[in-house]
């Protein structure tokens, strides 16, 4: 048994009503759900909010929201892992369900990465989730100061060639997989036994700001040409 639970808090700062705000004719979290629909892997597809309108959008998207997220669960300093706890003890699940995380801001995401982070999390790791690499080694990071004046972070990298780094990767911010018992017991995401799913980055955008959501606007325009 699978369940999908999709985060979808009202009080967006930095892009008010950011879960709901229409992107390319459809409300945001229409998305996620579509794409968790299209996957063919769960048997629910549930919603996690505490705001009314998402809620009715939700339900009329085709997911379900069967609880209401308590207030101390939607702030701006809430992380991701208490909130599912919260969605797998509400649903009373099993501790043998396979639970997907699916961020509500993830037009990009592919039903061939949601089955590949479930054929890893059966393979034995404790989560799966979609990273990506940096297209710029880390390794040449700069500080920048008040004064504009910039300086290497190791100088000592300075020399090595881009080829001869090791290649650094980030959370892609789409979704996470874990046994509802992992859940449950609260482990951390990056606590040394999550795998990756490797996505390239032109299919990688994480929309926190207006910035964000005006790139992630055209690279979608232009991937569904």
Known sequence: MAICVIPARGGSKRIPRKNIR???????????????????????????????????????????????????????????????THAVEALDLDSDVAVCCLYATAPFVQATDLREGLRLLQAGASYAMAVTRFDYPIQRA???????????????????????????????????????ATWASQIPVFGGHARGVELPSSRVVDIDTPEDWDRAEALFQVLNR
Do not use: K
């Not at 909010?49 to 085709?62: P, V, Y």
């Not at 090595?160 to 979704?175: M, N």
């Open 22 to 84: 229409t992107f390319h004719g459809t409300p945001m979290i229409g998305w996620s759900i579509a794409a968790a629909r299209a996957c063919h892997l769960f048997d629910r597809i549930v919603v996690s909010t505490d705001d009314a309108e998402i809620s009715e959008i939700a339900l009329t998207l085709g997911a379900e929201v069967p609880f209401s997220r308590p207030d101390n669960l939607a702030n701006d300093h809430t992380g991701t892992v208490p909130v599912v």
């Open 142 to 180: 700069l500080r920048r100061s008040e004064d504009g004046a910039v300086s290497m972070i190791n100088p000592a990298q300075m020399q090595v060639r881009s080829q001869d780094f090791e290649p650094a990767w980030h959370d892609a911010g789409q979704f996470y997989w874990g046994m509802a």
